[in-house]
């Protein structure tokens, strides 16, 4: 039953970019142009449809009204694909291409904590969006956040697979880290879009110098986690900058530098746990 919402959901979201919006016109823009919306729509379906072939093939009518059951189950499952589960990148991931090298025990130890980091914060951006969107008062502005939250999955999957690949593991925290960040988004989309907006730009920056931050203390020779954090910058820095551009509202003062504490306790604990 909750995997026939979840693809209802999938489906609501992906008819709503068909009545106006690309990709290509950014998170936070529409389509412009002479472009035909259902010739976007037709090539999103085929690519789609390889990528995520399970996941689409249960799509019911985008028509249907969810009852506040059906929106509780779909939440719980995308708490449950996100802390527990595997969901599948979209993107090929930037270090396929990248040979892996042998790293010593203390280089490979200290990139799995800092591989284990990065993944926490995609947990929690999934938990910040998916809080958003479920008191967001906008439909765009909930759509867009679902397709930042979509695009945060692959970093998601990035982050897994290099863990795996050090031997590693995620945080043991996951679960406290997601719902605390649900709680954060939820609260925010309560105070407003703009507020909601704000929040993104914020998180987004933090993650940017934090990812900076990584880049620089990275094992030299660990050029496959440098490829995908490298990857995730970009990306992170074009949702901020739509955000903003959507109508973010600056965040008063005390707000940054608390998410700014809360942020270097996660660092600590997820470094090790």
């Known amino acids: 039953m909750v995997g026939r919402i979840a693809a209802a959901d999938d489906h609501w979201n992906f008819a709503t ?58 939440e719980a499952q995308r708490a449950l694909d996100t802390v527990f589960g595997n969901p599948p990148a979209e993107r090929p991931n930037p270090a396929a291409d990248t040979p892996d090298v042998v790293l010593d ?89 703009d507020w909601s907006l704000g929040f993104v730009v914020e998180t987004e920056r933090q993650v940017e110098a934090h990812l900076d931050e990584h880049l620089e203390t990275l094992p030299q020779s660990d050029q496959r986690s440098r490829a995908i954090l490298r990857v995730m910058k970009i990306d992170e820095a074009r949702h901020a900058d739509q955000a903003e551009q959507a109508g973010a509202r600056p965040l008063p003062a005390p707000i940054p530098s608390a998410m700014a504490l809360a942020s270097k306790l996660m660092k600590t604990v997820a470094y090790r746990l």
């Open 17 to 74: 970019r068909c009545e106006g919006e690309t990709e290509e016109a950014g998170l936070y823009g529409t389509l412009g142009g002479d472009a035909s919306c259902s010739d976007t729509c037709a090539m999103a379906v085929g690519s789609t449809a390889e990528r995520s072939q399970n996941r689409r093939m249960t799509q019911i009518s985008p028509t249907r009204l969810h009852s506040p059951l059906d929106r509780l189950l779909v």
């Open 105 to 193: 025990p203390e280089q490979r130890r200290h990139a799995a904590g800092l591989m284990r980091i990065n993944h926490v914060g995609e947990v929690c951006a999934q938990g910040l969006y998916f809080g958003q969107a479920a008191v967001a008062r906008d439909a765009h502005t909930q759509h867009h956040l679902l397709e930042a939250a979509q695009e945060e999955t692959d970093h998601l999957a990035w982050c897994a697979d290099r863990l795996h690949e050090l031997d590693s593991r995620p945080s043991l925290f996951n679960p406290v880290w997601y719902a605390g960040s649900y709680a954060l988004g939820a609260l925010a989309g309560l105070r407003g879009d």
